[in-house]
């Protein structure tokens, strides 16, 4: 997949590391036991503490990805700076209450 996108060569690294990340957490999920999504987490991390640095985790190859591809993007893409902070912001709330709700 990563041959296939069409992304600036320095960001191939970055997005490497995302979508390792992201196809560790499926291939968890999809072994894990349960019907809903909830269910799905606790049985794949077992612990808040875990399923919290998995979020971290997603987090940073996130910030890592948006910074490789920062050069590329402001000279094309106005507002760029701001809106990867606000999607960056909310994704790590987002999260964050995800884990709340699952793990209470």
Known sequence: MVKLAKL?????GAYRDLLSVLVQHYTDLLLAEGDRFAELVKSAYRTRTNYLLFCNRLNQVE?????ALRPHMKATTEGFDDAVRRIEKVSVELRREDVDKIFT
């Not at 600036?8 to 191939?12: F, V």
């Not at 910030?63 to 910074?67: I, P």
């Open 8 to 12: 600036p060569t320095e960001t191939l």
């Open 63 to 67: 910030r890592d990805l948006n910074a």
